[in-house]
């Protein structure tokens, strides 16, 4: 391998390179700044527009938002967070539109233009053009592995689409002396505890041999808007795709003696059962410390937990977690 001037040697190597912002192939393309230039501006600009309609988009809209900036959000999909429960994004979805950001879903961006000291987007809607300006645009439509300036065809390091190929031990499937975890691993979602735990795997492999592979049963994710969207598990239509008979237990709480408590605007939960095991297969949540609760319910999917269990717990009294046996449809 090698690193600037130094050639070095090892009997295994660990990729571990984490990601970086996908491009976009637009004219204009360079007018845009990333998540990493947010961070560093020292100014607040009076308008943003966020193209892309993922979890940086959101996150990061949210905070300009509450802090009086204009924002808009462009998605290609016709869903915001296309990979989560359509209904728990219809909730944050409707929740960031009455705090003032505008969204357009199901639209495709043509090019970026300066027009004086602002920047203007190009989009179509269908067949019509429209635009947009703003202080700001920004590229929100995700990160990719950091892996393309590796040469792995030097170390016999088998890709796909950018994407090192792995065997369930985490190693390349081509040269088992390559190791890979973070974000570069092409199965599992770009989080920063998922880093760890697969940098343990690959350490406890690389000392005792391939033993042990990653097991992302109950792995929960959350979104830190506000309120913040949690999810773990299945979606509802993944669930109804397994074929298996489920019972979804649906519930908007802002009612509920907890949510009034904290005058919460969303408070929203879908829970998702097999109905002939009792075991959780997804959870869903938009607020409610659903970024907190939903650590119950990953919990319950690893070790199989059922949902009578967790209805027949006694949870300390008043928290959001005492709300769980109602969720799950017991008074």
Not at 38 to 51: D, K, N, Q, T
Not at 200 to 215: K, L, S
Not at 224 to 248: C, H, K, M
């Amino acid at each position: 391998m090698e690193a600037g001037d130094r050639v070095l040697q090892a009997k295994h190597i660990v990729v571990a390179t984490g990601s970086k912002v996908r491009l976009l192939p637009i004219p204009g393309a360079e007018h845009m700044i990333t998540s990493d230039e947010l961070l560093s501006e020292r100014e607040l600009p009076s308008s943003v527009i966020f193209v892309g309609g993922g979890v940086i988009s959101l996150e990061f809209g949210h905070v300009y938002a509450r802090a009086g900036t204009a924002v808009s959000v462009l998605e290609a999909l016709p869903q915001l967070l296309p990979a989560m429960d359509s209904d728990a994004v219809a909730q944050l979805h409707a929740e960031s539109e009455r705090i003032g950001i505008q969204i357009r879903t199901d639209v495709k961006v043509r090019r970026i233009e300066q027009v004086g000291h602002r920047l203007r987007v190009v989009f179509t809607d269908g067949d019509i053009e429209q635009a947009l300006e703003a202080d700001r645009v920004v590229n929100g439509v995700g990160r990719i592995a950091n892996v393309d300036a590796l040469d792995l065809a030097a170390g016999r390091v088998e890709q796909v689409n950018g994407c090192i190929v792995i065997d369930r031990y985490l190693r390349s499937a081509s040269n088992p002396q390559v190791h890979v975890c973070g974000d570069a691993v092409p199965v599992s979602p770009q989080l920063s505890p998922l880093a760890t735990y697969e940098g343990e795997i690959v350490g406890r492999n690389i000392v005792n041999g391939p033993r042990h592979a990653p097991d992302y049963a109950g792995i929960a994710t959350s979104v830190y808007t506000v309120p913040s969207l949690a999810a773990v598990g299945l979606t509802e239509n993944a669930a109804r795709q397994t074929g298996s008979a489920i019972d979804v237990h649906v519930n908007d709480m802002r009612d509920w003696f907890s949510a009034q408590s904290y005058a919460e605007t969303v408070a929203w939960s879908k829970i998702i059962v097999d109905r002939a095991s009792d075991l959780i297969l997804g959870a869903h949540f938009v607020g409610h410390a659903g970024q907190e609760l939903i650590n119950v319910f990953g919990l319950a999917i690893k070790f199989g937990i059922t949902a009578k269990q967790l209805r027949d717990n006694v949870y300390a009294y008043p928290t959001f977690s005492a709300d769980i046996k109602h969720m799950l449809g017991h008074a």
